[in-house]
């Protein structure tokens, strides 16, 4: 069965500081997704990840994927309030029907404070 | 605008009230989702369909039905409503041509008494 496990689960940051988000899953995958979802919202994608050594940037967030480790991480640089929210990684992968699906993990809340 | 929407927004039923939550998404996906969210166990598939008239179970399908008559409506049936299906629920579509990058709609909360 394909897990998908983020840590931490819960992340209390000071303003300024640096930190990282660890998305480790159980299966061969090529293709990772990072979301971002604020309280009572909907999810927004933030990043695709195609192929092994992908990295991806925007803002103060960068996305990098190491499919031999099955691993990915994101990387918070000089946290700001307004990134205060929940990151969910997902796993794409294909089942028994030959189609793909999304398996994700169970969310980072981050909450970033002066 | 490209978007996934959902309705209801917000729903109260009681138990053993049928109730439809619909969803439709104006980008021409191929792919459409349901899924639950529950607190510590984030996004659970509950069912999927890859095109019209294709549809197949998720994860957690147990008390709920869907039909894809059209591409772009995709709704979530539930025959007979228990507590136990209270939830976060998000309707999401994608194209399979390069990714299966998913759009999600804005969510439907369900409180079932």
């Known amino acids: 069965e394909l897990k998908v496990e983020q840590n931490p689960l819960f992340l209390s940051m000071q303003e300024g500081k640096n930190y990282t988000i660890y998305c480790n899953y159980s299966t061969t995958s090529d293709r990772l997704y990072w979301y971002r979802q604020d309280p009572g919202k909907s999810l927004e994608s933030l990043f695709v990840l195609l192929s092994n050594g992908a990295v991806k940037q925007e803002g103060r967030l960068m996305a990098s994927l190491d499919t031999k480790a099955r691993l990915s991480t994101l990387h918070i640089t000089a946290a700001v309030h307004d990134l205060s929210a929940t990151y969910f990684c997902?796993?794409?992968?294909?089942?028994?029907?030959?189609?793909?699906?999304?398996?994700f993990g169970a969310g980072t809340r981050l909450a970033v404070h002066p | 605008e490209a978007q996934v929407t959902q309705n209801p927004r917000y729903l109260i039923t009681v138990t053993g009230k049928k109730l439809t939550v619909t969803c439709s998404q104006n980008?021409?996906?191929?792919?459409m989702s349901w899924y639950r969210q529950d607190p510590g166990l984030g996004l659970r598939q509950i069912y999927y369909s890859m095109n019209v008239e294709v549809t197949d179970k998720g994860d957690v399908p147990e008390g709920y039905k869907v039909s894809r008559k059209e591409k772009r409506n995709f709704p979530l049936i539930l025959e007979s409503p228990s507590p136990n299906q209270t939830s976060l629920y998000f309707c999401?579509?994608?194209?399979?041509?390069?990714?299966?990058?998913?759009?999600f709609g804005p969510g439907t909360r369900l409180t079932v008494t």
């Open positions: 997902a796993v794409d992968t294909m089942f028994s029907g030959g189609y793909n699906k999304l398996i």
């Open positions: 980008m021409n996906h191929e792919y």
């Open positions: 999401a579509s994608s194209s399979d041509r390069d990714t299966y990058e998913q759009y």
